[in-house]
């Protein structure tokens, strides 16, 4: 799937010593892909209680020599933020200026709420030679198991992933194959269905954790999660999971796991059915209440 693409990128693209930016918080294969290419990550944080996007002055800041590449995912795992087109203006100025690549994670593109548009950083001006872009089956058409995505890239970028492709891998199952296909050219009005039902479920986590006054968090317009900041309940997130985990019997993923701009949040996923979320949400209150 699109996971061995993260690899080959690092592995294609970065060499020992060499600086990649990450937007941070990060879905965490691209931290540890690019320390398996020997590389240095450099987290960048993009995302604020307020839900404000990408300071672009920040984020040049931490370019060097050193910097070859740019990680983000758009939109964002764990945050459900989506970047307008003034951010990735931002990022495609700064790719630009400083020769840089950008590996932009497209896989939540189509799970997108109330009016928000996504846009391909690899369409503006400049970049369709410079960015490396990955999508997949697993979230838009709920194919997981599948374990098939894509790349699209300039075909001089493209040449040296199909050699790290052809010797990782060599290619993907001919069933997961024709799936994927079928997935692309059939009719979509099952993706649009999935995404009205997903904007019915944000809906309610939304409803619910906004019952609790000292949670902070950003609304997502995409993907399907949210990532409430529990800092005011004195615990780790680490251990805040594990409070909920055996006392609510409800699993979430600590924050930290993302990135420091992670920490003391828990990544809340609406993935599963209405009822099985209501009920999980209903499980989580009943247990912050026993500690706040």
């Given at each position: 799937g699109s996971q061995e693409a993260m690899l080959i990128a690092s592995l294609g693209f970065l060499n020992a010593?060499?600086?990649a930016i990450i937007l941070d918080p990060y879905?965490?294969?691209?931290?540890?892909?690019t320390l398996l290419a020997e590389a240095l990550p450099v987290?960048?944080?993009?995302?604020?209680?307020?839900?404000?996007?990408?300071?672009?002055?920040?984020?040049?800041?931490?370019?060097?020599?050193?910097?070859?590449?740019?990680?983000m995912c758009n939109p964002s795992n764990p945050t459900g933020y989506v970047f307008s087109k003034q951010d990735l203006e931002g990022v495609a100025d700064i790719a630009n200026r400083h020769d840089l690549l950008v590996f932009a994670?497209?896989?939540?593109e189509k799970i997108v709420y109330d009016g928000a548009r996504h846009v391909s950083i690899g369409s503006l001006p400049g970049m369709e030679e410079r960015t490396i872009t990955v999508n997949g089956f697993s979230k838009a058409y709920a194919m997981t198991g599948w374990r098939i995505g894509y790349v699209a890239a300039e075909k001089r970028v493209s040449a040296t992933l199909r050699k790290l492709h052809y010797y990782t891998a060599l290619c993907p199952n001919a069933i997961s194959q024709k799936a994927a296909l079928a997935a692309l050219t059939g009719p979509q009005h099952c993706v649009r269905e999935m995404?009205?039902?997903?904007?019915?479920?944000?809906?309610?986590?939304?409803?619910?954790?906004?019952?609790?006054?000292?949670?902070?968090y950003a609304v997502p317009k995409g993907a399907f999660y949210v990532f409430p900041d529990f800092s005011d309940f004195e615990m780790s997130d680490e251990r805040l999971a594990e409070y909920l985990l055996k006392n609510a019997g409800v699993a979430t993923a600590p924050g930290s796991g993302f990135g420091n701009m992670g920490k003391g949040h828990l990544r809340?996923?609406?993935?599963?059915?209405?009822?099985?979320?209501?009920?999980?949400?209903r499980r989580i209150?009943?247990?912050l209440s026993r500690i706040m």
């Open positions: 010593g060499d600086e879905y965490p294969a691209y931290y540890e892909d987290p960048v944080p993009f995302y604020g209680k307020n839900g404000h996007g990408l300071d672009v002055e920040a984020l040049e800041s931490r370019v060097t020599a050193k910097t070859r590449m740019i990680w994670d497209e896989i939540y995404v009205l039902e997903y904007g019915r479920r944000r809906r309610l986590v939304l409803s619910e954790l906004g019952r609790v006054k000292s949670l902070l809340i996923s609406y993935s599963v059915s209405y009822d099985h979320v209501k009920e999980g949400l209150l009943e247990a």
